[in-house]
Every structure is written in C-alpha cells, then in structure tokens.
C-alpha cells in the first residue's frame, strides 16, 4: 500500500475507534505492511509511521494494557480535532492580514508552516477572507531570489538545531568565507533578516545577514538527532538588537536627547522611549552600546533633536556633524 | 522538517474537512483554497478514494468526487475537521502576526492569546521554545496592527503626523489605501482629505491614532503605491561615497557606478 494512503488509513481508523488498538490488530488489519515478513521489520515499519503522524500534529497515543483492556495505540478525536478558536471578526481579520502579508512577501521562514497555519485559521470563517492591503518588501535591493528557500532552511535547521555549513560575503573586507553555524534563531530588523548563532570559525556567537550567503547547506547527517544545545541565557534581542543603536560595540551610556515641542507625540516610534518634560523642554533619555548610530538618527531629525548630555556624546555628535559639514564643503561653526 | 511527502499528507488533511465545509464549490476555488494547481487538486481527489479504514468495504472509503467542475464530499470517515496547529504553525503564524506589532494592537495581543489556546497540550513547550528562536516584531513601530485594521475594513483615520521638511507636527485626516515597507521602512499610502490628494506617510512619524467608525466605499483603482527614489527627479542627481562605503552602498544601490578612486557614485 503506498505510505500516504497507509498514514491516512491509519488516521480514519484510529480516529474511528473508540478503543485502543492494539499492535496485534494492527498487524491483521493491514496485513500487507504490519503483518507480513519479520515482525522486526514491521515494527521498524510502524515507528517510522507513528514518528510521521506525530510529526504531523496527530495525537497518537500508546495506551498500557489494563485488566480490562489489551491496550494499543489511539487518536483522542478532542485532541486531534481543531477547535473555534473564537476569535472576533476584527482578531480573524488582522491575524491573518498579519499572516498573509509575512506569505506573500515571498520570504518569511517556515513559509509552508505559515501557510498551513492560515488555512486553519481561516476554516471557521465565514466566508472568504480578503487578501491583505499590506506589502512587506524587502530591505535590500540586491538580488534576493535566493532568500526564501535560505529562510526556510534555517528555521528548518533551528527548529531541529542542525548545524549549517554556508559561504558568507563580507562587504567589509570583499571576501567569501566559508563557515559552520550551530543557528540560534533569525530576526527580521528593518526588512533584512538576520542569523544569529555559533560561528565555528571565530568560536564564538555571531551575526550573518541572510542576503550575504552566497551559499547554505543544512547537515544532512542524522536528521533526527540535533547536533547542538542553545545556550539557556541566550536571547535573540540581546545579539540582533531592535534598535541600531543597541548594537554592543562600547559600554553602556545613557544620552540625553533633546526634542522641539513638536516631536514627543512620535518620540517612541522614533527612539523607543517616553519623553519627559522638563524646564529645558522635552528630553528623551535612550541607552546606546553603539553612539554613533544614535547620532546618525539624532541628526537626521535635526534641528528638532539634539544630544544634550553627556559631555562625551555631545562632543561625538557635534565631530560628526562637522564631518558630514566638511563632505558637503561647509563653513558653519 | 517538511519533506514533499509530508506536505502532501498535511494537504490531504487538510482537504477533506475543507470540502465537507465548503460543499459544491468549483474545482479551481478548491485548488486555490489548498495553494495547489488544478491538476494538482485532481491527483489529490483521486488519491483520496483510496483512502478508508478497515476491512475497507465500500463504505470505509472516504467518497469524494467531483460533479460539474464542483467538489462534493460523502464520506469523509471522520475527516471532518482538520487536525490542530502543529508547534511549528503556531510559530509561524505568530512570528508573522508580531510582523505589524502585537503590542499595538489588543485585537493582535488577544488572537494570539486564543491561538496558544488551540494548540495541543503537547505542543505549547515546544511553541514557546521556538517563538523565541523567530523575531519578526521589531520591524512594526506601534500603531500598524490597528493600521492594518482600518485598511482592510476601509476606515478613515486621523493621527498627528510629524512632518520632517517643515520641522512641525499637524493633525492629518486620512483614508487609507495601503500600507508597506519599503527598505525596512513602514508607510502608509492614503488620501488626505485637507490636501484632497494621495499623500505617503512614515508610520514611525505618527501619534495617536484614531479611528472612524465610517466605512469608507472601496476605492475605483487600486492603489500600489511606491517611494519616490532618486528616479523620479527630473534632474539627474549625483551622490559619491567614499570607498570605504563602497561595498554597503552597491548592495542598497545595485546600480550605483565605481569611481575611478574607488568610490561609487
């Protein structure tokens, strides 16, 4: 019997019975696949099958043998069957303008999973829902054909924590490298996803711009079987961070930033932090590892922002205002 | 990790129950429903009349068939609805939603909520382990998810906007058309009622947000709007880099020249 229709009769059966079924009933039942040649070689037949059916979600269960019962293996319908999950019109309809919108960008990891996802969510509704108004598109403009099945084969290899072996281009020195990543996690930052886990080569935690592999290759041996641990203290945020400024390149410093009467109503999009009032006018207060990433923000806004304190960091957006007033040939203080 | 085989079994699972929903629909909604092509569907029809329980007599059978181009399901032996999410959809499908920004939106906040609710016991360690492992949030400053609302309901907003060129911050009345990124960047296309014209907006340059309960009638063209890059001005506008900055710039402008010092411009 071809494995689709076996897994699917196996399904149909055990979501029909309201009994255990046990292995020996099995064995006649599908008498060509479990009762027929060793018996070692059916049982290997069936744990292959049972890993597929739990890999796919299914519930099956081995219930022990009891006084009353020979035991055996059983789907519970209340754990196989997806529930309403009751959602409003408006949770339905932005849940899945989320979802569909991260699809249809044509790179989002686990695009398969994703798209099952939505199909399920989507089972109750009424009727049709409407395609998303909204477009993610991607933060780079260089050629990215080859992103999807890169993001999918990462997450593959995160979730099952399989190493990868990939070449990276540095733009920094021109080179191609070739290393072996254990892949921690993958996070989107201004439309460019990002890699972050255990660069062999440099021994250490390391980041990688997934449009920088030139080419990627999960470790096809033992699938099965993960190949490393991800360290308990690790957090995605700490090593890809949410803002630019963030990035861990000197100790912390707290600056002081401050803002026209005009912009504390966008102050938090902009900085991620509330602004505060004061007899100066409204401050924003923003931790930075990475100074000159919050100068280039604060200038960019400039003249309704500016560093005010600490005396190093005013002094550091002020030399790069005067080098950005020197390339334009200025003369201004 | 998903194989053909277990992409096909997934699809499987998932078609009966869609039918047995969805009676008498046409053959090519069905497909489009499953994200497969017609003939794709076809096999997968054919396929299924194999598929029952035993001792298999003709009533085991799952009895789906296609009549006038429509799909009809009459036995679907207990496929009747699909299977729960897996971990790994439930990931995804949060890793997605956290795209516009589940902190700005309580309709976001409580649907992910009731979708960690609908997961099977035995898969929400595993869901939380590997939400941690995808982050797409950070890319949604606040305010999109109720954005993304009033887009796909067709509602007029109003918010305080920032402009940058003028240094001041105006309160703008908007029926919005579409929302998208552009190099990472989040921006809304829309009509802004005091001008009477299509504006774009930075969403990042947005206060509070507000709105209406006014459905707005569907707009006669449908909008893709676009960021003015430098190819929109009529004059040709030159910018070098230094050559240290040379790589970065190439892979943003792709069609940035190099210099004869090394720079590009």
């Known amino acids: 019997m071809d494995r689709t229709e076996r897994l699917l009769d196996l399904v149909a059966l055990l979501l029909a019975e309201k009994r255990p079924v046990s292995w020996q009933r099995l064995r006649t039942l599908f008498k060509a696949d479990y009762g027929e040649g060793s018996v070692e070689a059916c049982e290997r037949k069936f744990e292959r099958d049972k890993a597929e059916l739990l890999e796919l979600g299914i519930p099956l269960t081995f219930v022990p043998r009891t006084d009353d019962d020979e035991g055996g293996y059983r789907v519970d319908p209340d754990a196989y069957y997806l529930p309403e999950p009751g959602l409003s019109a408006e949770e339905l309809a932005v849940l899945y303008a989320a979802g569909a919108t991260a699809l249809s960008s044509g790179a989002f990891p686990g695009s398969q999973d994703l798209a099952h996802a939505l199909r399920k969510v989507a089972f109750f509704a009424d009727g049709p829902l409407a395609p998303p108004k909204v477009r993610l598109e991607p933060g780079v403009a260089v050629d990215t054909s080859a992103l999807p099945a890169r993001l999918d084969a990462l997450w593959a290899a995160i979730s099952a924590r399989k190493s990868v072996t990939l070449e990276y281009f540095s733009p920094r020195s021109g080179e191609v490298t070739h290393r072996k990543v254990d892949p921690y996690g993958l996070a989107l930052r201004r439309g460019v996803w990002a890699l972050a886990g255990h660069c062999h080569l440099r021994g250490g935690l390391r980041t990688f711009f997934v449009h920088r592999m030139r080419w990627l290759e999960v470790n096809p041996a033992r699938p099965k079987s993960p190949d490393f641990e991800v360290p308990a203290d690790f957090r995605l945020d700490d090593v890809i961070p949410v803002w630019p400024w963030h990035a861990r390149f000197h100790a912390p410093i707290d600056v002081d930033v401050s803002l026209s009467a005009d912009l504390p109503p966008v102050a938090r999009a902009l900085f991620g932090a509330d602004p505060v009032a004061t007899p100066a006018g409204p401050h924003v207060t923003v931790r930075a590892t990475d100074l000159d990433a919050l100068v280039s923000t604060v200038l960019s806004l400039s003249p309704g922002a500016k560093v005010v304190n600490p005396p190093e960091a005013v002094a550091r957006a002020r030399a790069v205002a005067r080098t950005v007033l020197d390339a334009h040939g200025g003369q201004g203080a | ?265």
């Open chain 2, 1 to 265: 990790m998903s194989t053909e085989h277990h992409e096909r079994l997934r699809r499987l699972l998932f078609l009966v129950p869609w039918v047995s929903r969805h009676p008498g629909r046409p053959v090519d909604e069905v497909a489009r429903a499953l994200g497969v092509t017609r003939s794709e569907l076809l096999e997968a029809l054919e396929q299924l009349t194999l598929v029952g329980r035993p001792p298999f007599q003709p009533d085991d059978f799952v009895d789906i068939y296609v009549e006038d181009d429509r799909v009809f399901v009459e036995l679907d032996q207990r496929l009747s609805v699909p299977p729960r999410l897996t971990a790994a959809e439930g990931v995804a499908l949060a890793a997605a939603a956290r795209v516009l920004g589940p902190l700005s939106s309580e309709a976001l906040k409580s649907a992910l909520q009731k979708l960690e609710r609908v997961l099977p016991a035995q898969a929400v360690a595993r869901f939380r382990e590997l939400g941690h492992r995808l982050d797409a949030a950070s890319d949604g400053p606040s305010g999109l998810g109720t954005l993304s609302w009033a887009v796909s309901e067709r509602r007029e907003v109003r918010f305080d906007y920032f402009a940058q060129g003028r240094g001041l911050t105006e309160r703008r009345q908007v029926q919005p058309a579409e929302l998208f990124t552009h190099h990472g960047q989040w921006y809304l296309a829309g009509h802004d009622v005091a001008r009477g014209a299509d504006r774009l907006f930075r969403v990042d340059r947005m206060g509070p947000l507000e709105v209406s309960d006014v459905h707005l009638p569907p707009r006669e063209v449908p909008v893709r709007a676009h960021v003015p890059g430098p190819e929109a001005s009529a004059e040709p506008v030159t910018v070098a880099f230094v050559k240290a900055r040379a790589a970065w710039v190439r892979e943003r402008f792709p069609e940035a020249r190099a210099r004869d010092d090394g720079a590009v411009g």
